[in-house]
């Protein structure tokens, strides 16, 4: 008997142990991030000798389905998804009119897609957010006569029939997400994500369709963030279309002043709450940091259009590095599913530590050309590689701006990154793109 109890006792002093461990690497996230997806109606006759997809076009629902077999493969475990907005096709967008047709492909489209993330990830949650393309109208966010029905399709298929989403059905995000499509969650004790609907914002857009739910998302946005800083909270914001130079058009800012203001007021403002900006769009993947500089502007530096951003980051960078600056914002833009702009197909694994720092990221791309060669989701496995891990290939200890900025002043020495030399089809930026000024 007395043996018997010396065994129990040690049964539970190593569950103590055991359970003192798993407590100490509780909240640590795995995140796949996926983005501009651009899913196409099946069509196997289009598809026949490429069912992959081709460079130039966009996702057929098989390249998809091939991204998210390779997740499951090289990650045992996923915590969250984020999907960084443009899930439907270049052509599911009406152009001047209504068109029903053109509705139904939207919506069909959308309904796949999101059903294909649901069988793939039924225990992860999935946070969706709004691309220029997901919109009634391209670029341009719903009227206030479409707005009620627009919204409830998306929170019905985005949050209610997604089983771990049903957490995020709360009076406060059906609000928020039926007044614009943004909302929130906490998703650990001291991590929260923050789904911001950046359409609202956008240079080639129209601001006079909505401007009112398009403050109240930065007012609630700023609430959120206060929420992060009196809890000791920090906050991943999702982003389709950052305030960044436009893709496309590199002489202005996306973001129409007014709303661009007021969002770098509130970032600045609560800096130490943010883990990291995750931004999608641009179909590149990219590492950018910003910062407030402290010193008056030079002469002949080149300013954008508004007054408080100036064009330095390509052709100054060394200046950035040395100068006196107040980092506040590190901006990771995702590289897309869509070969659409002659890209590889990729996707992203980012791992979080306990208190929401971005610990690394993981890119993983496709060989669309070798690709051809497969006949099944199986055989295509093969041809996704893991282009880089930011601990590994860059030696960076974490995500946060100073690692970034460490980065930057790595690349800028004579030092070979022949790993970062990469085909035309798989490029990399690695830059400091907006600097926001601060007098002295």
């Given at each position: 008997?007395?043996?018997?109890?010396?065994?129990?006792?040690?049964?539970?002093?190593?569950f103590?142990i055991?359970?003192?461990?798993?407590?100490?690497?509780?909240?640590?996230?795995?995140?796949?991030i996926?983005?501009?997806?651009?899913q196409?109606?099946?069509?196997?006759?289009?598809?026949?000798?490429?069912?992959?997809?081709?460079?130039?076009?966009?996702s057929?629902p098989?390249l998809?389905?091939?991204?998210?077999?390779k997740?499951?493969?090289a990650?045992?475990?996923?915590?969250?998804?984020?999907?960084?907005?443009?899930?439907?096709?270049?052509?599911?967008?009406l152009?001047?009119?209504?068109?029903?047709a053109v509705?139904?492909?939207?919506?069909?489209?959308?309904?796949?897609f999101?059903?294909?993330?649901?069988?793939s990830?039924?225990e992860?949650?999935?946070f969706?957010?709004?691309?220029?393309?997901?919109g009634?109208?391209?670029?341009?966010?719903?009227?206030?006569a479409?707005?009620?029905?627009?919204?409830?399709?998306?929170?019905?298929?985005?949050?209610?029939k997604?089983?771990?989403n049903?957490v995020?059905d709360?009076?406060?995000?059906?609000?928020?997400?039926?007044?614009?499509?943004y909302?929130?969650?906490?998703?650990?004790?001291?991590?929260r994500?923050?789904?911001?609907?950046?359409?609202?914002?956008?240079r080639?857009?129209?601001?006079?369709?909505?401007?009112?739910?398009?403050?109240?998302?930065?007012?609630?946005?700023?609430?959120?963030?206060?929420?992060?800083?009196?809890?000791?909270?920090?906050?991943?914001?999702?982003?389709h279309?950052?305030f960044?130079?436009?893709?496309?058009d590199?002489?202005?800012?996306?973001?129409?002043?007014?709303?661009?203001d007021?969002?770098q007021?509130?970032v600045?403002k609560?800096?130490?709450?943010?883990?990291a900006?995750?931004?999608?769009?641009?179909?590149l993947?990219?590492?950018r940091?910003?910062?407030?500089?402290?010193?008056?502007l030079?002469?002949?530096?080149?300013?954008y259009?508004?007054?408080?951003l100036?064009?330095?980051?390509?052709?100054?960078?060394?200046?950035?590095?040395e100068e006196d600056y107040t980092?506040?914002?590190n901006?990771?833009a995702?590289?897309?599913?869509?070969?659409?702009d002659?890209?590889?197909?990729?996707?992203t694994?980012?791992?979080?530590?306990?208190r929401?720092?971005?610990?690394?990221?993981?890119?993983?791309?496709?060989?669309?050309?070798?690709?051809?060669l497969?006949?099944?989701?199986?055989?295509s496995?093969a041809?996704w590689?893991?282009?880089?891990?930011?601990?590994?290939?860059?030696?960076?200890s974490?995500?946060s701006?100073?690692?970034l900025?460490?980065?930057?002043g790595?690349?800028?020495?004579?030092?070979?990154?022949?790993?970062?030399?990469?085909p035309?089809?798989?490029?990399?930026?690695?830059s400091?793109?907006?600097?926001s000024?601060?007098?002295?």
């Open positions: 008997y007395m043996g018997y109890i010396r065994i129990m006792r040690k049964m539970i002093h190593l103590g055991l359970a003192l461990l798993v407590g100490l690497n509780a909240h640590k996230l795995t995140a796949a996926i983005t501009d997806v651009h196409m109606i099946e069509d196997p006759l289009r598809d026949a000798g490429h069912m992959f997809g081709v460079f130039r076009d966009d057929p098989a998809v389905k091939s991204a998210i077999a997740i499951k493969e990650v045992p475990y996923i915590d969250i998804v984020l999907m960084l907005g443009d899930t439907v096709d270049h052509y599911s967008n152009k001047d009119k209504y068109v029903r509705v139904d492909r939207r919506e069909s489209i959308t309904k796949s999101t059903h294909t993330m649901t069988q990830f039924p992860a949650m999935i969706y957010i709004f691309g220029n393309n997901d009634l109208y391209k670029n341009l966010v719903p009227t206030k479409d707005k009620t029905k627009y919204y409830q399709f998306y929170y019905e298929n985005f949050i209610l997604h089983a771990p049903n995020l709360t009076v406060e995000n059906m609000q928020t997400f039926l007044d614009g499509g909302y929130y969650h906490d998703v650990t004790p001291y991590m994500v923050i789904a911001m609907n950046t359409l609202y914002y956008y080639k857009g129209r601001d006079d369709i909505d401007p009112e739910s398009a403050r109240r998302q930065l007012i609630w946005f700023e609430k959120k963030m206060e929420e992060c800083d009196l809890e000791g909270k920090k906050a991943l914001i999702l982003q279309i950052s960044e130079l436009d893709y496309g590199k002489s202005s800012p996306s973001w129409n002043k007014e709303y661009l007021k969002y007021e509130i600045k609560y800096k130490d709450c943010i883990s900006v995750l931004v999608g769009h641009v179909h993947g990219s590492q940091i910003h910062a407030i500089r402290h010193i008056p030079e002469e002949g530096v080149k300013k259009p508004f007054d408080d100036i064009v330095d980051g390509y052709h100054k960078v060394q200046n950035i590095l980092l506040y914002q901006l990771l995702m590289r897309s599913l869509s070969p659409y002659g890209t590889n197909p990729g996707f694994v980012m791992k979080f530590q306990k929401g720092t971005p610990k690394k990221m993981i890119d993983y791309s496709m060989d669309l050309e070798k690709a051809k497969a006949t099944s989701i199986q055989e496995l041809y590689t893991k282009l880089y891990s930011s601990d590994k290939e860059l030696n960076m974490d995500l701006p100073e690692e900025k460490t980065l930057h790595r690349l800028l020495k004579p030092v070979s990154y022949t790993h970062l030399t990469l035309t089809s798989d490029l990399v930026q690695i400091v793109v907006a600097v000024v601060k007098k002295k």
